[in-house]
């Protein structure tokens, strides 16, 4: 059973319960689960929000395995200096139009 | 196009010609047409040092000296510090001390502290401080350079005359 | 899996570096030192104003000018519809050429290229811009107020609830909390709340932005410039250009500093776009004037904070609201500040919030260990006030509450291994802690925490036919990494590091990889070099026992040798160079490439000791002397961690003591040049002892703990307690400038 702790910001999805003990193989699973007890966590999580297992935080996690003893934050992510560049969801996210060309 | 003059200069002991208008500063003629960008620009305004060279021998920002200001004169840039393969012990020091991080300060401060050790081959750490107090560094806090330079003042005070040339 | 007790015979050694002898020659190429035959230079038109509506631009009398080629303005630039996520592109884009409005004073409006750089800026001149003059604000609790003028009329504060119904400046609301404020307060005897002030600063970095671009018949583009990762530049002008990313092949240059400044693009999208429109090369240079007005910076603050102890020293609870700037769009690290202050120390009940303000200034860039000077300078003074309440020794003090293994970090998990209390101790038993100080004289202490980043990386260790190897590196070198690399190569293959010969690769010819940024470099592409290397013994052991005809399992590696285990023949040992030379017999080249993404960084702790002495005529300090101690988990080359840290408290000292950008009542940067943004020269400052504390990384193959951003952390507290002790005046309002310290001083004789 991991132990899954919710920050401030999630707790509008979790009706202000601020932990809770979830059985799950990894990270997918666990957000998955998650997502189906508290509707809309999961895309919360997955766009807003790094992970913390065991006390590491991991900007972009998607299989890491957790233990039975796992802990799990979740917290911001950061930014700039942490030498992140845009992920390319991110990216994806930046729909762009064709340039309306100069003015001649 | 705006008029250019015709200037004569020795570069590291070779001599030079070049064209330049009035308002270019030898700085961008030294990088921009003779391809020496060793010089390094950080201001255009004689704030940073990267751009340092000698001018007859003397310490100057490139950037606030004119290129027709070199007219008849001797040009000493950081290209000719060292002799061949062998570094200027300045140069040597540097490295052993690990003193540049990204580097772009480092041909100015070598072009400086050579001229510093030329005029003063025994300076006390406050000196060498006061000295390269215009050649500013981002990156190292300036201790690995000081003592570089003193390092090197050191050895070339105890080095043949014949290497001090 | 650290090696503990093994004896390293490459890491931890002095080498000189591999690119030394170019960069003290003047041989080596930066940003700038670039160019191409037929060649254009290109010239940036910014805005005279800090809030303004672009009615409309008129380039006509421009392309008039004979060599003039090319003018572009936003409605170049593809509409970004939509943006979100770490990188907003909507911003972004915006940055790069305003579009309907400007956001602040030196926002780029429209560039040039021209045959010449003269003509380039003459052409600027004759390009019309016609603004409507906006109010504009650029204090950030002015900027709060509901009456003051939007700088985004559409942007309504995140993290509110209920949701606002009117727009703001402010960004977003983060909060940090737990436990019981009220019965955190109720237990503590002494209680400190106290306002601090901070201005926005710049990285400062010697080499300005450059770049050259070109754009083949084909549509190819190739950019070289200097950046903090060509990797992020191809990305973010492919997609603020609508390009595919395989349409951009981007050549690093040699970096001139950046310090986070050089984390996003400016020129790069201009460049091409130039070069598309012109059919020619184009060279852009930012002028150091462009650079203070554009560029970075990093934020200026406003924090509120309250710390309470016990007697014993035991902080019970602390409450912080803190106002950052934002600039002109949101992302200021102001939650990474939350999450930062509170870090070395366990306290229970906490609430931290943060505001991601937008004023019109420059977009915020990163700036080392991004927002972490910022709060913790306004919770180690708290900390050194309590001391002094107390009764307790500083460091003592922060002993008693130091976050260890297993306590709770501020921001949630528990942290695993970390060297907090090392650092502490360390700085305790330092002859400096003891040396005796004279009128006027004082001394301060201050701590600081970073996370420190994993991430991606990749790197390629090939082998070549005489025995040497390259090891070829995806993040730009700004401080020494490629000697780092190579001797953890040179570790893993047993040979010399001067056999070892490291190379920074264009996005064309190495895998991905995150920026050189974070504190990430040694750590995580250092990760890749290792396994690239142990690939690459793979292969060499399973020459070796082609050559002697024997089973691989049975070939060992051993100090740079191949080595036949016992009962397997008579076999002389095979250097790696013999293998090499060997290897197209045997199968060919041998090389190892690896990308990953780098699990297990760790974060890093230091506490500083400063010793200052204050004119309390003119307001002067001086700084007599700095030790600075640190958990660098393990210093692969300790002379360029040695100069980390160095570099970093010098930045620290500046930001404390003088660096400001001072805005006039139009928004206009007073001050855009070195002369008046004073950042230290050799003459301000004395020697920086480094005092490296290892507590080895368990998750690295060497123990690395990231190393660059956490010495710029402590520096504006360390100042300030130290003018504390030599004065008896608390400076809560940086920079500590001459003028401020001699008002401050004025006020404390005559109140």
Known sequence: MARVFFPA??????????????PA?????????????FPGIGDAIRSGLAVAIDGEIIQDGFLEELGPESEIHFVPPISGGSGRAGSAPAQAAARTSAPAGFPS | MDPKTHVHTHINGEPVEFLSEAYRSLLEILRDELMLTGTKEGCTTGDCGACSVTLDGRLVCSCLVLAVEAE?????????????????????????????????????????????????????????????????????????????????????????????? | MAKGQKKFRSVGTRPIRHDGIDKVTGRANYGADFALPGMLWGGVLRSPHAHARVLGIDASKALEIEGVKAVITSADLPVIEAGDGPTNFWDLSRNIL????????????AAVAATTAVIAARALERVEVEYEVLPQVQDVMEAMSPDAPLLHEDMFTKGLDPKPEHPSNVARRMEIARGDLENGFAQ???VVEREFTTRSVHQGYIEPHAVVARTGED??????????????????????????????????????????????VYLEPLAILLSQRSGRPVKIVMSREEEFRATGPAPGSRIRAKLGARNDGTLTACEAQLYFEAGAFPGSPVMAACMTMLAPYTVENLSLVGYDVCVNKPKTAAYRAPGAPIGSFAIETLIDELAEMLGIDPVDLRLHNAAHEGSQAPYGPKFRRIGYRETLETARAHPQYRTPLERNQGRGVASGFWFNAGMQSSAAVNVNEDGTVQVVSPNPDIGGSRVSLALMAAEELGIDVERVRPVVADTETIGYSDLTGGSRVTFATGMAVVEAARKVIEQLRERAAKIWGIDVSQVEWNEGYALPGQGNGEHDPLSLAEIATSASRTGGTICGNVSLNARGAAPGFATHICDVEVDPETGRVEILRYAAVQDVGKAIHPSYVEGQMQGGVAQGIGWALNEELVYDEDGVLENPGFLDYRIPVASDLPMIDTILVEVANPTHPYGVRGVGEVPIVPPLAAVANAIYAATGVRMRDLPISPPRLVDALDGKHSG
């Open chain 3, 98 to 109: 305003a579009r309907d409005k400007v956001l602040y004073h030196g926002h780029a409006v």
């Open chain 1, 9 to 22: 910001s999630l707790r509008s999805f979790t009706g202000e319960l601020a932990e809770l003990s979830i």
């Open chain 1, 25 to 37: 193989g990894n990270l997918r699973e666990l957000i998955a689960t998650l997502d189906s007890r």
């Open chain 2, 72 to 165: 008849g004169r001797r040009v000493g840039t950081v290209e000719g510090i060292a002799r061949g393969e062998t570094l200027h012990p300045v140069q040597q020091k540097l490295l052993e001390h690990a003193a540049l991080q990204c580097g772009v300060c480092t041909p100015g401060i070598v072009v400086a502290a050579t001229s510093l050790l030329e005029r003063n081959p025994d300076p006390t750490e406050r000196e060498v401080r006061y000295w390269l107090a215009g050649n500013l560094c981002r990156c190292t806090g300036y201790d690995k350079i000081i003592r570089a330079v003193l390092d090197a003042a050191s050895e070339l005070r105890g080095a043949s005359p014949n290497v001090l040339e």
């Open chain 3, 219 to 264: 549509g190819q583009v190739v950019v070289w410039c200097s950046s903090q990762g060509h990797f992020m530049v191809r990305q973010y002008c492919a997609t603020v250009l609508g390009l595919d990313t395989s349409q951009i092949k981007v050549i690093p240059a040699e970096i001139g500093g950046g310090f986070g400044g050089k984390t996003t």
């Open chain 3, 188 to 190: 503590a005897n002494v």
